[in-house]
């Protein structure tokens, strides 16, 4: 029996059985949008030279199942073909090669079938071997260049932020000077000139003034976010009383309270008797936390507690007990935070709520700072909020912050008998 002219004699039903077979597989989801051409690739070639090698022929036969399985390979690989789909549509193609001649064989002798049936499985599996060796090329090739482009569009992206944030900076340390010359020519105009018959001129002016300072503290604002975005903040740790830190801002604040009729309670009864941190940064810590709860408050009160408390447990033989941090905690009986919203309160220039209940002079950067800076003073930061009942913020510090140029020291709390 010549199976080899059968094969080539059947080769054309063979193809269109392969094809018509692989576009209607569920399994091979690559093909469904593939021309007829794009599916069968090289597959004509790949039957002639089996049929070559099933006549004893081999010139050139062997070299034309390398070329175009390998070549089969790369293109599966472009088409985006999983390698199981690959296995699979050469699965469909032994079975109906097998199929179509099916009626030869059973004319055959033994030894016929058995040689034609062995050369077949060698030489297809010779081809899906070389294919999956060129596929595997390919996609490492295509993961390599995708790597390449994430590794320049990276770059490209740091740079842009790193050009967006030195633009802002220069912008924004560029109009604090025009702007700071206004306001204090405007204060001195306004102390100048009080008489009656400038009235209206002194109304534009202290308009001018308080439009001024918003800017100046928006600025102030986008510039410190941008300072800690960069890395260019740097702590300046010295031994300090909390308790008078917090008093300072109590009474910084106590006049933007009383116009709202908002009291300010402080309880600091066990408050540490000092803490080593940065005076400025915790100050801009609670200055904020504290304006925000006046601002948000309608009526009630704000309450400010400060207390040492002990994250590790004593043991059996060690009954003493270790404190190595502190909390500030700011609650106030304000409109309080709605629930989508409490994840992105630290979001710079994020702005929670309906429009009805947001501020004119909102700049959403006031908690985006206070999260870096927190961070910064390498503690954390817990929100519980309530709407229409309030919230409470509440700043967990180390003792001790630490520092290439400071040591960790012990510090006993102080019970103090201050409430005010």
């Known amino acids: 029996m010549d199976f080899s002219q059968e094969l080539l004699n059947k080769l054309d039903s063979i193809v269109n059985n392969w094809v018509e077979a692989v576009r209607q597989d569920g399994e091979l989801e690559s093909t469904r949008e593939l021309t007829y051409k794009a599916v069968l690739d090289g597959l004509p070639s790949v039957l002639r030279a089996i049929a070559q090698i099933l006549s004893d022929c081999e010139d050139g036969a062997h ?9 089969h390979g790369v293109i599966r690989a472009k088409q985006g073909y999983d390698p199981t789909e690959v296995a699979r549509e050469y699965r ?17 002798s033994s030894a016929q079938v058995l040689q034609a049936t062995r050369i077949i499985d060698m030489a297809l599996d010779d081809v899906i071997g070389r294919c999956f060796n060129s596929y595997t090329e390919e996609r490492l ?11 320049l569009t990276n770059h490209e992206l740091t740079r842009l932020v790193d050009t967006h944030r030195d633009n802002l900076a220069h912008l924004a340390h560029d109009l604090k000077n025009p702007l700071q010359s206004i306001l204090i020519s405007s204060d001195l105009f306004l102390h100048q000139h009080n008489t009656q018959d400038t009235v209206v001129s002194l109304d534009h002016i202290d308009r001018v003034l308080r439009n001024g300072r918003k800017l100046l503290h928006l600025i102030n604002d986008a510039l410190e976010v941008s300072r800690h975005e960069a890395g260019q903040v740097t702590l300046q740790p010295e031994v ?15 006049p933007s309270a009383s116009e709202k009729d908002l009291t300010i309670t402080v309880d600091y009864e066990l408050a540490p008797k000092q803490v080593t941190t940065d005076p400025l940064r915790l100050e801009q810590i609670i200055t904020n936390l504290v304006s925000n709860a006046i601002r948000y408050t309608e009526t009630g009160s704000i309450t400010i507690t400060c207390q040492v408390e002990c994250s590790n447990q004593p043991n059996q ?5 270790h404190f190595d941090h502190f909390v500030i905690a700011i609650t106030d009986t304000g409109i309080g935070i709605d629930p989508e919203d409490q994840a992105k309160i630290f979001d710079p220039y994020f702005r929670g709520g309906s429009r009805a209940k947001r501020l ?30 309030g919230s409470t913020f509440k700043v967990t510090l180390p003792l001790t912050v630490q520092t290439p140029e400071v040591k960790s020291v012990g510090v006993t709390p102080v019970h103090r008998n201050n409430k005010r």
């Open 317 to 321: 033989n060690d009954k003493t007990e």
């Open 92 to 108: 469909i193609l032994r079975q109906i090669i097998f199929a179509h001649l099916e009626s030869d064989l059973l004319q055959g």
């Open 141 to 151: 090739q295509e993961l390599e260049k995708l790597q390449s482009q994430v590794n």
């Open 240 to 254: 300090i009383d909390v308790c008078v830190l917090i008093d300072n801002v109590v009474d910084t604040l106590t």
């Open 63 to 71: 070299q034309t199942i390398v070329e175009k399985s390998l070549e």
């Open 360 to 389: 004119p002079d909102s700049t959403g950067l006031g908690l985006a700072i206070v999260g870096r800076l927190v961070q910064l003073l390498q503690g954390e930061i817990q929100l519980d909020s309530q709407v229409n009942v």
